[in-house]
């Protein structure tokens, strides 16, 4: 055998790189592919986020009050006893009463969203130097009421009505003859219970609001800044489920002609820049009421702002009235 003979080893075939990771190629698919997985991603966490944001807001929206903490009576300015009843429909209710006289008639106070009955303070104080009877309490979901959510109006009238029937039955009150005043969503609030409620004779109600066609409206988009986006559409169903009551039949303006021949007063601010109460809206109710009313277009004030701007006028006015169709204490 020759060196001719002899086959020499071949040598390994050369492989391309240009398809490994580590090429200039490669490297630019793999970027491309993490892109559009990252993309993605950020895209369903957006769409997710659209899609829950009417189901955050309307547990936002009916959630009572985070922080509740107990009044001090020895604050209120007047003297009041620890009260606590039942809403027609059974939730447990606490309040104040301020006793001027068993002689007296009573006058029910109810308080703006998610507020408390401290906030009326100021309205039982007048009052109850003029000689009524006052009953401040917390409405469900709020203070010390039980409840984990308020209701818009739907159900509160319920506690309104609780509370009537919790004065007709207290011995130390020889006379059965009440009233209310509300503000903000309790001045609808108000009127929503005095049509359904006889007992209460006469009803004031400040910055009033007529129906909640205007939070339902709201419900259909979801801002962005200067922009709005348009929402998925469950949002009325779910707070509707939340509250237990169709929120759309909460209107005042439906029914504050049934409480004729029982008086109503409507105080409102031209200026009130909320937009759920408007003044349309306090003009919508008047026209709507039936003798005997009254109404007081205060020129500014802002929402609820009446008896802090005219405070004199307020007590003279909301005090006439109630001597008027509830009698002098």
Request: hydrophobic share 55%; net charge negative.
């Given at each position: 055998m020759t060196a001719d003979d002899v086959t020499s080893p071949s040598a390994p075939p050369t492989r391309s790189v240009s398809h490994r990771w580590w090429a200039p190629g490669g490297v630019a698919r793999g970027l491309r592919r993490r892109w559009r997985w990252v993309a993605g991603a950020l895209l369903a966490v957006v769409i997710l986020v659209w899609a829950l944001a009417p189901a955050l807001r309307a547990v936002s929206l009916v959630a009572g009050s985070q922080h509740r903490t107990s009044p001090d009576a020895a604050t209120a300015g007047l003297p009041v006893q620890d009260v606590a009843f039942t809403a027609t429909d059974g939730v447990r209710l606490a309040g104040w009463l301020a006793l001027a006289s068993p002689q007296a008639p009573t006058i029910i106070l109810l308080h703006g969203f998610k507020g408390s009955r401290v906030d009326m303070l100021p309205w039982a104080r007048f009052l109850f130097a003029a000689g009524y009877n006052v009953l401040l309490f917390d409405d469900r979901g709020c203070g010390q009421s039980a409840d984990w959510q308020i209701t818009l109006g739907a159900r509160e009238p319920d506690d309104v009505i609780g509370a009537v029937r919790y004065l007709q039955l207290?011995?130390?009150?020889?006379?059965?003859?009440?009233?209310?005043?509300?503000?903000?969503?309790?001045?609808?609030?108000?009127?929503?219970?005095?049509?359904?409620?006889?007992?209460?004779?006469?009803?004031?109600?400040?910055?009033?609001?007529?129906?909640?066609?205007?939070?339902?409206?709201?419900?259909?988009?979801?801002?962005?800044?200067?922009?709005?986006l348009p929402a998925l559409p469950y949002e009325p169903a779910l707070v509707d489920t939340l509250i237990g009551a169709r929120l759309a039949d909460a209107r005042p303006v439906a029914v504050i002609g049934q409480i004729a021949p029982r008086a109503v007063f409507l105080i409102h601010a031209a200026d009130d820049a909320n937009a759920t109460t408007t003044t349309a809206d306090e003009r919508a109710l008047y026209a709507a009421a039936r003798q005997p009313k009254a109404e007081w277009i205060v020129p500014h004030g802002g929402h609820v702002g009446a008896l802090h701007t005219y405070p004199a006028e307020y007590q003279r006015r909301v005090l006439a009235f109630f001597a008027q169709y509830l009698g002098q204490p």
């Open positions: 207290r011995a130390d009150l020889k006379v059965n003859r009440f009233g209310a005043l509300g503000i903000s969503l309790g001045a609808g609030v108000a009127l929503l219970a005095a049509a359904r409620e006889p007992g209460l004779l006469a009803t004031v109600a400040d910055s009033p609001w007529a129906t909640e066609d205007d939070q339902l409206a709201r419900m259909a988009t979801l801002p962005l800044g200067h922009f709005a």
